[in-house]
């Protein structure tokens, strides 16, 4: 896939990390941490571990702020 396109493909994360314990969040943290694309959605900030770095988007009342 890379090859073909020279790009690295995009990984989509659907509040995931709603589902799983703390050990587990950190776990799939830890395995998409090194990859160059991730979108990941959550509904609730706690959800997402802080070892996520990158840019992170807001969405409230229709307005997407970054932050």
Known sequence: YTTLFR???V????DVFASL???????????VA??????LTAAVDDDV?????GAR???ADGEV???
């Not at 090194?34 to 979108?39: H, I, K, P, S």
Request: proline share 6%; charged share 30%.
């Open 7 to 9: 790009s690295e493909p």
């Open 11 to 14: 990984l989509i994360l659907d």
């Open 21 to 31: 314990d703390e050990q587990r969040r950190r776990a799939l943290a830890h395995m």
């Open 34 to 39: 090194g990859a160059q694309q991730v979108l």
């Open 49 to 53: 571990p802080d070892e996520l770095a």
């Open 57 to 59: 988007y807001r969405v």
């Open 65 to 67: 702020a970054r932050g």
